[in-house]
C-alpha cells in the first residue's frame, strides 16, 4: 500500500525519491526507475485530490493497482457532478471549480511537480513526459483548470498544454474541458483579490498555447490537423462572446481584461495579425437581418456617434483592426463581394479603422478607399451589377460623413465620380441608362440629402438621355417633397374612420420611421401609377394587378393615400383624372368617393 499522502504532504521535494524509491522495490520491484517516476507522480497526485473534501483529516490510501478502479470510479463521480456544472452558464460562476481550493492540497502538488522537475535534470533517471500526459488522461478524470496550468503551463510543466488538448480531445471529458475554459475565460472571479494575478496569469499562459495551435500548426498527422480545427474554435467562441451584447455573456471589466490579455501575448507580430485578421473575418461573416434598402435608409445613421449596445463590438473590433490597412482592406474587398455582406459590421470597421489611424495614415486609408471604391463601380456599370454600384455608394456615402475632409464632401466626390465627361463612369447610353434606372430603384429608401445633391449636381448625360434624367430628378423631388409634407405633418395619422384625411392629433410627435418609410414608399407606388396614366392615356395595367393580387393594399393603402389631400397643397390635374377614370370603370368604391368629394369644396 501506499504511504499515507496527508503524511506525504510534509515531505521536502527531494524526499520523494527515496519514497519512491521504497515504493517501487515493494510494489514493482521488476520494474526501472526510469519507467516508474511518472507511474509514481501521477498515481501520488490522484491519491491527493482523492481525499474527501472540507478539510478533513481522514487518509485515503491507494494501491498503483489495486486502487485503480476505486480511484476511476470516485473521479467518474466526481467529474459528472462538474460537467454538470459546467454545461450550464450560471451567475454562480464558483460552482465550477477553476483554482484548486485547499491550500495544502495546492502546496502537495506544487512539491511533488517540484520533484517532477528535479528528476528531469538527474542523470540516469530521466522523465517519459508522453506517458505521464497518457496516465495523467487516464486516472485524473476532471482536473481543475488551474491543475492543468501547473501541469502544462507553469515553471512546473511536465508536458505541454497542446499535447494534453489532442489527447482529451476525442474523450467525453474534452467537452467538459472546453465549457469551464469559457466560462473561466468570462468569469467574474477573476476579479476577486485573491484570484485576479493567478486568473490573470492562467489566461496570459493559456492563450499563447492556443494560438500556437492555430497558427503554428504544420498539420502533418491526424492530430496536429486535429488540433488545429480545435483551436480554432475555442477562439471562435472567445470572439463570439467578446462582441455579444449580453451583459451575462460577457461584462465590461471582463472584456476589457481578456482584451488586455489578447493584445499583450508574447508571440511574434506574424501570429498576432494571423490571428486578428480570422478574427475580424468572423465578424464581417456575422448573419445580419438588414438588407440593403436598410442601409441606404439609415445611412446617417451608421455614421454617427457608436451607440452604447454597440460597444463591446468596438472594443473588439479595435484590437483586431490593428494591421496595416492594405491587408484589412483586403479583407473588406473579399466581404463586399458577398451578397450577404453584413454591412452594420463592415461600416463599424471602416469607421473604427479611419478613427484609429493616425492623421499621417489617414491619406493611405482614404486612398485605397477610393480606389475600392471606383474599381467596384467601373465594374457594376459595365457589368451590370447592381451589387457593386450599390457597395460603392454605401462606402463612399460613407467615408463622406465620417471624414469629409480626408475623403470628400458626397457632392464633390459625385461629381468628380459622373460630372465630367472625361472622367464620368458613366458615358456610354448603356452605361447611363443602368445607373438612371438603379438609383430610380433606390428613390423611396433614399435619404433626402444624398437625393438632394443628385438632382441639383447633374451628371455627364449622353446624347439623347436627356429625357432619362429629367424623369429621375422629377421623381427624386416628388420623394423630396412628400418627405417634407411628412416631416410637417408628424403631428398627425390617418383617420381610420375618414380614410381621405387626416384630423386625429398623434400625442407621440415623434413618427415611427417604419410607419414614414412606408408610406413614402406608397406615395412613391402611386406617383409612378401617375406616370403611367399620364402616358398611356388609360388606368395602368398595375391597378387590375392590384386589384386582382393585392386587394386589401389596394383598398386600406393604395385608394387612401391617393384620395388624401396633402395638407394645404391641390391635388394635381393628373391625380384628378385618374380619381375619376377610376370612379367611372368601377374601381374606386363609392363610400371612399363621396367622401373624397366632400373634401374637395
Known sequence: MMASTSTMSCYYPSDYYYLMERQREKLCPNTLRQDYVHIF?????????????????????????????????????????????????NEDEETVLFMIGNKEVKSFIKRLLTFSCLVKKTPGIGFNSQKAMLLFCD?????????????????????????????????????????????????????????????????????????????CNPEINDRLKLLKKISHEILTKITYRLISKNPIMCSFMTRQLLLAVIQGVPLANSIKRKYFSLQLELILSRHSDLTHKDILRQQEKFAGPVEIE?????????????????????????????????????????????????????STLFSLLKETIRGLMTTGLNEKKEADILAAFILARHCCLISPQNFARYEKWYVTVFGNETTSLATTPETFTFLATV?????????VCFLQVHATYWPHIPTGMRNIWSDYVNLSKVRISEYNEVEEAMEYEPNPNNPVTSTRKVKNLECNISTRIFLLQIQYHIEMILKSFDSLKKIPEGISEMLMFRKKYYHEQFLPALLRKPHGIALSDGRLRLIEALNTAGKLPSNLYKVYKENLK
Request: hydrophobic share 40%.
Open 439 to 447: 438609383l430610380t430603384s433606390w428613390i423611396p429608401n433614399e435619404p
Open 139 to 215: 486516472r485524473i478524470t476532471c482536473p481543475s483548470l488551474e491543475l492543468i496550468w501547473l501541469i502544462t503551463c507553469s515553471k512546473y510543466k511536465i508536458f505541454g498544454f497542446n499535447s494534453y488538448i489532442m489527447e482529451v480531445a476525442l474523450s467525453s471529458k474534452f467537452q467538459s474541458f472546453v465549457n469551464q475554459l469559457m466560462i473561466f475565460c468570462f468569469s467574474s472571479c477573476l476579479f476577486e483579490d485573491n484570484k485576479k494575478r493567478k486568473g490573470t496569469k492562467m489566461l496570459q499562459d493559456f492563450l499563447p498555447e492556443i494560438l500556437i495551435g492555430a497558427f
Open 310 to 362: 454597440n460597444s463591446a463590438m468596438c472594443d473588439t473590433i479595435s484590437l483586431f483592426i490593428s494591421e496595416p490597412p492594405q491587408e484589412v482592406l483586403e479583407l473588406l474587398e473579399k466581404h463586399l463581394r458577398n451578397p450577404e455582406v453584413n454591412w452594420e459590421s463592415l461600416l463599424l470597421v471602416i469607421t473604427l479603422w479611419a478613427k484609429n489611424e493616425s492623421n499621417a495614415s489617414s
Open 41 to 89: 507522480i501521477i498515481e501520488t497526485l490522484e491519491s491527493q485530490l482523492l481525499l474527501p473534501s472540507q478539510g478533513s483529516k481522514k487518509n485515503f490510501t491507494t494501491s498503483i493497482d489495486a486502487g485503480s478502479k476505486e480511484s476511476d470510479t470516485v473521479c467518474e463521480n466526481n467529474c459528472n457532478k462538474k460537467e454538470a456544472d459546467v454545461s450550464k452558464h
